[in-house]
């Protein structure tokens, strides 16, 4: 055993990790991979796993944490590994203590080195305690560098359980994104104790060393319960976000599990997946498979929930099949059949949308009667500081600079700002672009002449509005203006035309949920149709103005103007948009910081 540390701390470092070791028990090369297996240690708790290096490291590392017993550990080396070191990360991939090296298991630990090591994997005995740890004594090992992780089935548990004590300890910053997969995160009543408890009794013990199954069960239920009574409390990192991924049908976990999730943390993007297709289970080579263990997902479908940028807010998204699966396509990959996106999605903005968006000609109703309104109530902004809250691919930003404003876009999504980069390199305009959330503006105090935020807060419940809102005036010098621009709240109700519209329209709103249309905050859907009859949908929330009144004072800024902007009949320059006219479509509101004080 090399008993030197695998990375060399200083002795005042060691003394922040709070006695963290980390120890290359060997270095290894299997299957054309090479790595070095660590081990790491903290107070009596135990780590392992083997470490994947990158070619040409783009600074960011993937940590791994595997359902129980830990096969799920084989599947995410087999199929997703090599995509990730291509990609640039260092991929660090958990094996549970307790699990046996040889006999049944051995294939558990997916390393013929580490089978030869010792008998067992860290500690000899499976314990929930030592297990809830794993998670976070890697975190620890690589807080100098960007980390995602990628958790599956139990291993949701653990990093639930794991980021509640990096809170607690001030630590855990350098988190970005858990991704959860199919994760044992839900509320206690729909913990399956029966099918957990003979999976545990009937297949555990080949794998890992124990004494009691039944207390298993028990202490992983006692842990689901602790962590939704601690989480909600805890101070999360402010950049991390979440995704939760759950298969319809899943044998051990509800598809919402990822809502419940929401829930706790008040964040993050839940993920329904439909899309598994007809027999595919039933298929001679998935034999003995379970939909759990998502062998649906692909290696690039990974790959786009680790790189895409995804909204602080909560937010859903379903993918569904938008036709029946024949017989052949059963036979085929599910990767070549139709998905529809119900809901709303990152996608929208990340892929279609940032080509969408990309354009120098109205395409949409927003471009014919919220945007151009929206800079004539911005007035004369020639040589101020005008930032676009949510710029995306920098259409109205274009705008702001040909009115001789110093134009900065701040959006989250990375590849809607490269399409804006792009686009200021081919036709230079001065503006400088930012990747950062609307609810922590990436610049400083008493920054900004001016802020516009064009068809952003549709997008967010009234805590986030007010989180903007007040984040905005942080920005704003004293005397300085924020104009805004969202959907008027007549068109989610039942006389707007385009209410659950069935015939030609340039936008659909279908509520989500119940409530009282018109009234009060709730979700819809929104089909937003361009000029072609193309459609994008996304969800939406609907504020009252009365709403959007309170939050603006609420954030300490004076509304100094409203208007109400009507769909006039030469705006209807699409035979996709019908004929309705003479009703309010979007709201615009300008409010000025009076003062710095909250």
Known sequence: MNESNFIDYSAAEQENKSELTKKELFSFDENGRKGSWLSIEKQGHTVEGALYAPEKPNGETIIFVPGMPGDSVVWFEKNDLDTLLEKGYKVFTIRHNGVKTSSDSSGIVNNST????????????????????????????????????????????????????????????NISKWINLAGVTYSPEQFKEGDWSYFI????????????????????????????????????????????????NDEYVPVDGGVNLQEKTGMGLAVHDETMPEGFMDKADNQGKMIHDMPNLLPETLIRLVEMTVSKAPHEVTFKRSEPMSKSATEDSAQDDKIE????????????????????????????????????????????????????????????????????????????????????????????????????????????DDIISCGVLIHFDQETIEKALIDAKRVLKKGGYITIGVMHPFLYS???????????????YTPLEDGKPYEESQKYREDYVDKNGKVFSSEVWHHTIDTYKRLIAESGLKIVEIQEQEIQKEDLISEEWGEDYGYPAFLHIKAVKENDTE
């Open 114 to 173: 580490r089978n030869d090591f010792s008998s067992h994997i860290g500690n000899e005995n499976l314990e929930i305690d030592d297990w809830l740890h794993e998670p976070e004594l890697a975190l620890e090992c690589f807080s100098d560098e960007d980390a995602t992780v990628i958790s599956h089935s139990f291993g949701g548990l653990a990093v639930g359980a794991s980021l509640v004590n990096l809170a607690s300890e001030g630590k855990g910053q």
């Open 201 to 248: 009794n009937n297949y555990l013990g080949s794998s890992c060393n124990f004494e009691n199954g039944d207390k298993i069960v028990e202490d992983i239920k006692v842990a689901i319960e602790k962590l939704n009574d601690e989480l909600p409390a805890a101070q999360l990192p402010d950049k991390l976000r979440i995704v939760s991924v759950n298969t319809k």
């Open 341 to 448: 996106v119900v809901g709303n999605t990152n996608k929208f903005y990340d892929t279609e949308g940032s080509e969408y968006w990309t354009k120098r000609e109205p395409m949409v109703m927003g471009d014919l009667r919220n945007r151009p309104p929206m800079m004539a109530l911005v007035g004369d902004i020639k040589e101020h500081n005008v930032l676009e809250a949510g710029c995306g691919t920098g259409y109205v930003a274009r705008m702001l600079a040909a009115k001789g404003a110093n134009v900065y876009g701040c959006d989250i999504s990375k590849e809607m700002l490269e399409k804006a980069g792009k686009e200021e390199t081919e036709h230079p305009m001065g503006i400088k672009y930012s990747e950062g959330d609307v609810t922590n503006l990436p610049y400083p105090d008493n920054s900004m």
């Open 494 to 508: 039942p006389e707007s035309p385009n209410y659950k519209a069935e015939g030609k329209t340039w936008g659909r």
